[in-house]
């Protein structure tokens, strides 16, 4: 699974890395060396604003909330369930099966977090030892996701801007490399030549669509030992990544 990442990249970075062409200012998100879920996390998607007449769609790079709220959901809060989508099974399911079709995106990461349970050397207890696994050439992640729709029945006018919530959940994969031996599942990367294909709201076609998730990063991930206040959420800065001292 992939229940917490890091995204630090400016939205300067990222328009240029992803070919962004539409991006407000007023939307720009802090970096966050631990993001959660129910976080607001940068996301890369094309679409044909409403009314613009567009014929072609415009790629953005907007804030959605990490945590997807189905169309048909009577409660938000199901999104804190729903933050990951096994890739295996995605275009199946009634949660996401509309969204891998017609809402698709890319949500970049520096690096994620798993964790490993090993035996504390002074107590004997088993503790939950935390992993920065990441790129071994440092190059962002573009984590595949799927983003929705909720529209808000409390609030009655179409164009109040609390009338509908943006979510994503990020695609997951059977874990390999360095993060295969910390646990069984990982976030899904695409590669560069991938990033159209996945992102053209045209392109429907379920099989095709599997067909374009691939290995992470090539399969060259790297892992390090870090600090367990990655734990607490409330913990946020640079020195999270900091290796831990064996």
Sequence with gaps: MCGRYVSTRSPEDLTRLFHVTDW????TLAPSWNVAPTDDVYAVLERT????????????????????????AEDPKIGSRLINARME???AKPAFRRAFVKHRCLLPADGFYEWESVKD????????????????DE???????LYAYWRNPEVERDDDPEAWLMTCTILTTEATDAAGRLHPRMPLALTADHYDDWLDPHHEDPDDLRALLTQPADGHLDARPVSPAVNNVRNNGPELLDELAS
């Design 121 to 136: 050397r002074a107590t004997g207890k088993t503790r939950k030892q935390p992993y920065f696994v990441h790129p071994a």
């Design 139 to 145: 190059q962002v992640m573009a984590l595949a996701g």
């Design 24 to 27: 407000l200012p007023e939307e």
């Design 49 to 72: 604003p409403r009314g613009s007449g567009a014929a072609q769609p415009k790629r953005e790079l907007r804030p959605l909330r990490w945590g997807l709220v189905p169309s048909w």
């Design 89 to 91: 099974t995605v275009h």
